[in-house]
């Protein structure tokens, strides 16, 4: 089956710790992207990524980072620098530039303590 | 970024009642999508429009376009209890390039017993 895939579904940290989240796809997509949700709130963007080996910062980067070495893949990592990092985080991808289709993973929820 | 104001915030309706919820800006949109998110998973892709008036329908789910490309609106006609959920619009401005979505707050649709 094809897919976005995130893991793990729940992640605990304690403050000061950096954790990366996990966003593997199978769709072939060259595009993907990082949001945050949180209660009462429409989808934040994070980072997002057009092709392997680039990547563009959203509206709500600071305090995060992200890689893509491969198309599959696009690790987002919450730092120690992101002030209020308890949230639900979503992975999406899409076919490419000019196609506007998102789709999404199942998130991962983290809590910071 | 921009924003996107969707409404009614919350929707308590009878099984088998029509819904209606819509998006506006005060910006120019050239896509919306809307999508269907439930608890603690990732927001389902529903409907996409792409062009200025256009209707689309999927199901017992319509979705509309606006004239003016600063509004869209979705309609579920006779709803059932997995109807149940939170409803996303979101849209691309105009000329804004492949840089993620902006989305609404979304519409919980709550089905009373």
């Known amino acids: 089956d094809g897919g976005i895939t995130q893991s793990p579904k729940y992640l605990f940290r304690k403050e000061g710790q950096n954790v990366t989240l996990s966003c593997e796809q199978n769709?072939?997509?060259?595009?993907m992207y990082w949001y945050r949700q949180d209660p009462g709130q429409g989808l934040r963007l994070i980072y997002y990524s057009q092709i392997v080996n680039d990547f563009q910062k959203g509206d709500i980067a600071e305090g995060y980072s992200v890689s893509r070495e491969k198309k599959e893949s696009f690790p987002l990592t919450v730092t120690s620098a992101q002030k209020n990092p308890t949230a639900f985080y979503l992975c999406?991808?899409?076919?490419?530039?000019?196609?506007?289709?998102?789709?999404f993973g199942p998130g991962t929820r983290l809590t910071v303590t | 970024g921009q924003q996107l104001n969707q409404s009614p915030q919350s929707m308590f309706i009878q099984e088998g009642e029509d819904v209606s919820m819509n998006c506006t800006s005060s910006s120019i949109f050239n896509t919306w999508l809307w999508y269907k998110q439930d608890p603690g998973e990732g927001p389902v892709l529903l409907i996409a429009?792409?062009?200025?008036?256009e209707l689309t329908s999927n199901g017992r789910l319509t979705a509309q376009f606006g004239i003016t490309r600063k509004d869209s609106f979705l309609n579920i006609s006779a709803s059932i209890p997995s109807d149940v959920g939170i409803y996303f619009c979101a849209g691309f401005l105009s000329g804004g390039g492949a840089d993620g979505l902006t989305f609404g707050k979304g519409t919980h649709l709550i089905i009373q017993p």
């Open positions: 769709l072939n997509h060259d595009a």
């Open positions: 429009l792409y062009k200025a008036g």
């Open positions: 999406a991808s899409s076919i490419g530039t000019g196609t506007y289709e998102q789709y």
